[in-house]
T-cell receptor, first 113, second 114 residues
Framework: EAEVAQSPRYKITEKSQAVAFWCDPI?????LYWYRQILGQGPELLVQ????????DSQLPKDRFSAERLKGVDSTLKIQPAELGDSAMYLC???????????FGPGTRLTVL | AQSVTQLGSHVSVSEGALVLLRCNYS??????LFWYVQYPNQGLQLLLK??????LVKGINGFEAEFKKSETSFHLTKPSAHMSDAAEYFC????????????FGGGTRVLVKP
């Protein structure tokens, strides 16, 4: 069964350092989402891609976060510099098209010290 | 704007008892509604979804939910809890017009007692 892959699964970093997360969606899925899930809360959408284009990044803190999906396949989410409040689970999801069911990866748990 | 409220951040049920998780939503247009389950340190798995067809929706693992427009609710139920149902459950609302952007509730953690 096809799955969304994410790496690393766990990341510990010190504040002010740069971190990057990688996501490989299910093959053929045109839409890719990055969510942030703070402990004890529901996921919050950070950015949505349709192929290589950003269609929604209204909740992305653009002063420190960036996301790219250069070839419309895999994607990277970067934080520079990391802050203590960035500690969270970062989830990637993909769907065939924007109206379809989203399939989630296992997430990357980030701890900022 | 859309929002989701899940009543009760923690629910404890006995094995074999009814599971009832409450979800109320707010949406300016007819919504799509979803229930997801999350096991520790894992991603979210879709349990079921409502997309304006039948108001009673059946999902995986014996779960079902009923859409009640008059009450703006989409409560999740399972007649008989199993130990494997211990997890966190999230209700979400989506708007097709917004590219299926999902807004999640805060989650309800279910504990199943033997």
């Amino acid at each position: 069964e096809a799955e969304v892959a994410q790496s690393p699964r766990y990341k510990i970093t010190e504040k002010s350092q740069a971190v990057a997360f990688w996501c490989d969606p299910i093959s053929g899925h045109a839409t890719l989402y990055w969510y942030r899930q703070i402990l004890g809360q529901g996921p919050e959408l950070l950015v949505q891609f349709q192929d290589e284009s950003v269609v929604d990044d209204s909740q992305l803190p653009k002063d420190r976060f960036s996301a790219e999906r250069l070839k419309g396949v895999d994607s990277t989410l970067k934080i520079q510099p990391a802050e203590l409040g960035d500690s969270a689970m970062y989830l990637c999801a993909s769907s065939v098209w924007r109206d379809d069911e989203q399939f989630f990866g296992p997430g990357t748990r980030l701890t900022v010290l | 704007a859309q929002s989701v409220t899940q009543l009760g951040s923690h629910v404890s049920v006995s094995e074999g008892a009814l599971v009832l998780l409450r979800c109320n939503y707010s949406s300016s247009v007819p919504p799509y509604l979803f229930w997801y389950v999350q096991y520790p340190n894992q991603g979210l798995q879709l349990l079921l979804k409502y997309t304006s067809a039948a108001t009673l929706v059946k999902g995986i693992n014996g779960f079902e939910a009923e859409f009640k427009k008059s009450e703006t609710s989409f409560h999740l139920t399972k007649p008989s809890a199993h130990m494997s149902d211990a997890a966190e459950y999230f209700c979400a609302v989506g708007l097709k017009a917004a590219g299926n952007k999902l807004t999640f509730g805060g989650g309800t953690r279910v504990l199943v007692k033997p």
